[in-house]
T-cell receptor, first 113, second 117 residues
Framework: AQSVAQPEDQVNVAEGNPLTVKCTYSVSGNPYLFWYVQYPNRGLQFLLK??????LVKGSYGFEAEFNKSQTSFHLKKPSALVSDSALYFCAVSALSGYALNFGKGTSLLVTP | GAVVSQHPSRVICKSGTSVKIECRSL??????MFWYRQFPKKSLMLMATSNEGSKATYEQGVEKDKFLINHASLTLSTLTVTSAHPEDSSFYIC?????????????FGPGTRLTVL
């Protein structure tokens, strides 16, 4: 079975500072890893994914994530946070391509002006 | 591209009634759609996997007779909450896989807020 852990309920960062949202995973075999963002009362928007290849994945809105196999982590990062980045972020994993996703509990990101 | 819609976006119903939620892939074909349920400030929990032309696969603990899923075409899946009760109140989100491109990525609908009085 696969699972994802997001250890932080909330991350606070000042606008313009770098941000990191943490995610660790557990899966047998090669993981398919995803980051999604959710704004209030909205569905999830796809940010980026890691399937194979380069460990540093670049996604939408300036976000990137680094896949670290030895630490089983897939942390989401952005060099300079914007107030509009404030939202709920979900890390998700699938053991097989195209199969249902197992989501982390979500991390609320608050970017203050 | 890869737009998924849900209808309605919000529904309030009386206890004991049934509610149908539609999930449509607008600009792509989806052989597989997924239905998730999200409680307030909680993560998404997979309810079932909907496959076009066949029976849905339900997750453990999800009553298939209560949450009826139909996936009659490559662009439409429906979730019917039968005999709804207040504990069924939740945010229901569907997702779909693009059959022909990037099939490992799921695209999510905007969600349906169900309130059962």
């Amino acid at each position: 079975a696969q699972s994802v852990a997001q250890p932080e309920d909330q991350v606070n960062v000042a606008e313009g500072n770098p941000l990191t949202v943490k995610c660790t995973y557990s899966v047998s075999g090669n993981p398919y890893l995803f980051w999604y963002v959710q704004y209030p009362n909205r569905g999830l928007q796809f940010l980026l994914k890691y399937i194979t290849g380069d460990n540093l994945v670049k996604g939408s809105y300036g976000f990137e994530a680094e896949f670290n196999k030895s630490q089983t982590s897939f942390h989401l990062k952005k060099p300079s946070a914007l107030v509009s980045d404030s939202a709920l972020y979900f890390c998700a994993v699938s053991a097989l391509s195209g199969y249902a996703l197992n989501f982390g509990k979500g991390t609320s990101l608050l970017v203050t002006p | 591209g890869a737009v998924v819609s849900q209808h309605p976006s919000r529904v309030i119903c009386k206890s004991g009634t049934s509610v149908k939620i539609e999930c449509r892939s607008l600009d792509f074909q989806a052989t597989t759609m997924f239905w998730y349920r999200q409680f307030p400030k909680k993560s998404l929990m997979l309810m079932a996997t909907s496959n076009e032309g066949s029976k849905a696969t339900y997750e453990q603990g999800v009553e298939k007779d209560k949450f009826l899923i139909n996936h009659a075409s490559l662009t439409l899946s429906t979730l019917t909450v039968t005999s709804a009760h207040p504990e069924d109140s939740s945010f229901y989100i569907c997702s779909a896989r693009d059959l022909y491109r990037a099939s490992d990525t799921q695209y999510f609908g905007p969600g349906t807020r169900l309130t059962v009085l």
